[in-house]
C-alpha cells in the first residue's frame, strides 16, 4: 500500500529564516510526488511536482529516492508563504490515483 | 476559463438523510475526481471518472455511496442515508487527461447532525 507521512501538524518560523516541510512515502514502485497547498479562504492548488523539477514561490522539492522523501523547502520565507501544505503521491499501478499527506500547517511570523 | 465548481458549498443535515453534491468540471478536462476530507486528515480518494470509461469505485467506503457523471460534464455524489461520520469536506477534482494535474473545487462541507 502507498502511504505518505507529514511528521510535522504545525510549524512555525520567522520572516527571512529557511523553511522545511517534511514528508516521507512508502511506495514499492517508482512514484510521482507533488507538492498541494492551500492559502486561507482559497482552493487547494499545486504547488510543484517533482518530474519538473522547478522552483515555485521560491520553494523547491528533491525526490530522494533512497530516503524516500520528497521535502519542501525554502531558503527565506516570507509571511504571505503562510498555508496548510499538503505532500501527495501517484502511483500504485494507476496514474491518477493521489495519496495525501495529512497536511502541515506553516505559520510565518513577522 | 473558470474553474471546478461544487455546490452547495455547505450543507447541514439530519442524520438519514439523502445528500447529493454536484461538481462542475472545467470545460475539456476528460478525468474527473473525487475526495472526501475528514477533519484533520488528509484527503481520501474516493470515485475516478474518465471519459466513457467505466469509473473507478475503489475508494467509496460504503454501498451507500454512488456517484454518476454525463459524459465529460457534470457529476454528482450520493450519499443516501448520510451518517454522522460522513461528516466531512468532499472535495472534487478534474484534469485534462488523467496524467495532468488535478485542479480541485473549494468543496462541499457536509455536516450530519
Known amino acids: 500500500a502507498q502511504r505518505v507521512t507529514q511528521p510535522e501538524k504545525l510549524l512555525s518560523v520567522f520572516k527571512g529564516a529557511p523553511v522545511e516541510l517534511k514528508c516521507n512515502y512508502s511506495y514499492s514502485g517508482s512514484p510521482e510526488l507533488f507538492w498541494y497547498v492551500q492559502y486561507s479562504r482559497q482552493r487547494l492548488q499545486l504547488l510543484l511536482r517533482h518530474i519538473s523539477r522547478e522552483s515555485i514561490k521560491g520553494f523547491t522539492a528533491d525526490l530522494n529516492k533512497g530516503e524516500t522523501s520528497f521535502h519542501l523547502k525554502k531558503p527565506f520565507a516570507q509571511e504571505e508563504d503562510s498555508a496548510m501544505y499538503y505532500c501527495a503521491l501517484k502511483g500504485g499501478g494507476s496514474n491518477y490515483k493521489l495519496t495525501f499527506g495529512k497536511g502541515t500547517l506553516l505559520t510565518v511570523n513577522p | 476559463g473558470a474553474g471546478v465548481s461544487q455546490s452547495p458549498s455547505n450543507k447541514v443535515t439530519e442524520k438519514g438523510k439523502d445528500v447529493e453534491l454536484r461538481c462542475d468540471p472545467i470545460?475539456?478536462?476528460?478525468?474527473l475526481y473525487w475526495y472526501r476530507q475528514r477533519l484533520g486528515q488528509g484527503l481520501e480518494f474516493l470515485i475516478y471518472?474518465?471519459?466513457?470509461?467505466?469509473?473507478?469505485k475503489s475508494g467509496l467506503p460504503s454501498d451507500r455511496f454512488s456517484a454518476e457523471r454525463t459524459g465529460e460534464s457534470v457529476s454528482t455524489l450520493t450519499i443516501q442515508r448520510t451518517q454522522q461520520e460522513d461528516s466531512a469536506v468532499y472535495l472534487c477534482a478534474s484534469s485534462l487527461t488523467n496524467d495532468q494535474p488535478q485542479h480541485f473545487g473549494d468543496g462541499t462541507r457536509l455536516s450530519i447532525l
Open positions: 470545460s475539456g478536462h476528460t478525468a
Open positions: 471518472f474518465q471519459g466513457n470509461s467505466a469509473p473507478d
